[in-house]
DNA sequence: TGTACATCAGTGAACGCGCGTTCACTGATGTAC
DNA sequence: TGTACATCAGTGAACGCGCGTTCACTGATGTAC
């Protein structure tokens, strides 16, 4: 038995949807004080027909961080040809991420709202996605640096920590202090680097 | 009319017991997907009796923030007699938050969640409780450096992310990885202090 | 001191409503031969 | 090519249940005189 790969987009694309939906409803109101109906009435399908796609909520959670979150977190520490140097890096996942949060906040939102939530498995679903980041950012720091040892990874997941912490703020505080928030976080992670060794642009 | 003191201190009583009953389910399930019957129920009185004490949960989640999280939190960066140093005061507020975080799991959970949560007056509310913590910390590092400028309210802002997210690691860790955590979030703050002009220990 | 009245936290009954879930059905599409 | 059957996303009706809220009442306590 075959698949029709055009009845299979169509079924993708109603699941996309349901995602999208609660992405959206999510900031407004939270995750976990979503219901079924009221995600399958925004995304204009039958209550019942919510079961075609995910067993309930929970589950339809877990596709949010397998398919939206985890490639948005990941395209954030993608390799970039000719970038070596440690601080270029922290200051290229920096930038990534205060775009992706402008490009997509409810995702960010969500991401940033679950990582503190109080849904155990969420957490951790997350902390292990954005550990992938601050693993290869300590990685630029150690390579660089070779006495670093342990403080290369405190400081790469301290640089992580607040960049998302940035994105939080940009989030709340609007598009026209983006720039402030740029800076200062910069201003942070070259501190932290020279705290660690690395030394800044000669 | 005057009240008597006796039936004064039961009302307290109750009324404290739904806002601790609340922490506990909030850090369960998560503060927006409580019930004023669910909260009832947990604390033993009548789901009618819970309109004695507030209008509804968004009012009870208010007192919560006013009541208990403010305290909690202003306690951090309470003064300590003869400790005007920067790097001392960073680790005494360090030190607090991650005993606080021992102490009262479940009201940190609360702050830590809503802090990044979806209901705006919630992060408006800890943002602002929170900035008085960093703000301190700014003027310790101000007057320590002088010309510091905007890199100590930089640093002290960025301090305070490092020891939110140290509570909430520390938080799912448990305690027996408690004195790493300190640790590393001891060395974050020192390379931080170094990175604005502030001096370590001589 | 006694009596009448006020205050107020707590409560049970009752309401209408939206929830999650089940079920049997439809209709479009694919497969077998 | 035509016919019979399989698959499967979507659906409306229906269910039992817990929700938030209103109401009138109780009973303990305080106040007035």
Wanted: hydrophobic share 50%.
């Amino acid at each position: 038995v075959r698949i029709n790969p055009e009845k299979k987009e169509d079924r993708e694309r109603v699941a996309q949807e349901l995602l999208r939906v609660t992405l959206r409803l999510a900031s407004e109101h939270g995750f976990v004080s979503l219901g079924l109906r009221e995600v399958a009435r925004a995304a204009n399908i039958a209550p019942t027909s919510f079961y075609r796609h995910f067993a309930d909520m929970e589950e339809l959670g877990r596709a949010l961080i397998q398919g939206l979150a985890a490639p948005f977190i990941e395209g954030w520490a993608a390799p970039v040809p000719a970038q070596e140097r440690a601080e270029a890096l922290a200051a290229t996942i920096a930038s990534r991420a205060l775009s992706a949060t402008g490009e997509d906040p409810e995702l960010m939102r969500f991401i940033l709202a679950e990582e503190r939530g109080a849904i155990a498995g969420f957490r951790q679903a997350l902390a292990g996605l954005l550990s992938t980041v601050s693993v290869r950012l300590k990685d630029a720091i150690w390579s660089e640096v070779p006495g670093a040892g342990a403080s290369a990874e405190q400081a790469a997941e301290a640089i992580l920590v607040l960049i998302l912490a940035a994105c939080a703020e940009l989030l709340d505080q609007g598009s026209e202090r983006s720039r402030a928030i740029a800076e200062r976080l910069g201003a942070q992670i070259r501190a932290l680097l020279a705290g660690a060794g690395v030394k800044g642009k000669p």
